[in-house]
């Protein structure tokens, strides 16, 4: 388990490094590790490894599908976590992007928080959200295209609520 453990969070590391600095995550970094993860799996356990570990994969790709597909995340994203997937298995990936979408939404009221450009989106949101409380009616505000937000890194996230997982397995 210490291999997968050592695996997993320089993965992690490269990723948040990618996604922070160039806004994406490499292909050759989802793909390698995704590949490390079927393959150890399938050597260490044989046919029941190898099903572990692509179920894995289907369950964390399934994850942040739909996401991806109405333009919530980057396919990077749905990469790395069909390779934590291939990595951790089904049922951690699952525990993996649950911790991630809740990382997720703090990162993203941070943001809109703490720098100044996406105060004004804050305020907006704000506003829509009083006008639906009193009037019963969504009304929505349309975006101010002059001011520039900040894009949200997922990878993040997904690092945030993957080694949520980790610590949880150690303890």
């Not at 050759?28 to 590790?33: D, G, H, I, Q």
């Not at 996401?67 to 976590?81: E, N, R, S, T």
């Not at 991630?100 to 989106?121: D, M, S």
Request: hydrophobic share 60%; proline share 3%; charged share 10%.
């Amino acid at each position: 388990m210490n291999i997968i453990f050592g695996l997993v969070l320089t993965i992690l590391i490269i990723a948040v490094i990618w996604d922070l600095r160039f806004r994406r995550i490499p292909n050759w970094l989802t793909l390698s590790a995704l590949v490390a993860g079927v393959g150890y799996h399938a050597i260490t356990a044989g046919l029941m490894g190898l099903g572990f570990s692509l179920l894995g994969v289907v369950v964390g790709f399934g994850f942040f599908f739909l996401f991806y597909i109405a333009g919530g995340m980057g396919a990077g994203d749905v990469k790395l976590m069909a390779a934590i997937g291939a990595l951790l298995g089904p049922k951690d990936v699952l525990y993996a992007g649950a911790y991630t979408a809740i990382a997720g939404g703090v990162y993203a009221v941070i943001l809109l928080i703490a720098i100044k450009e996406n105060r004004k989106a804050f305020a907006r949101y704000g506003l829509m959200a009083k006008a639906l409380v009193t009037t019963g009616h969504f009304a929505p505000i349309p975006r101010d295209e002059s001011v520039k937000t900040t894009p949200l890194c997922y990878g993040v996230a997904i690092a945030a609520g993957t080694i949520a997982v980790l610590v949880q397995r150690m303890l």
